[in-house]
């Protein structure tokens, strides 16, 4: 993902935590989503408000 793209995604689950559910469908386990995200720590933020 490129930087605009993760943070277009943190915000909108930001946006969203606590409020409105999230459907989000991926054939990449979750495991790998760190890798595929490409920030350690933004990875870290957008899981931990899906998870």
Do not use: F, V, Y
Request: net charge positive; hydrophobic share 45%; no cysteine.
């Amino acid at each position: 993902m490129t930087l605009g793209q993760r943070n277009d995604l943190l915000k909108i689950m930001e946006d969203r935590h606590g409020l409105k559910s999230t459907l989000i469908t991926s054939q990449l386990p979750i495991t790998k989503w760190h890798k595929a995200i490409g920030d350690a720590t933004l990875a870290d933020a957008i899981l931990d408000r899906l998870l």
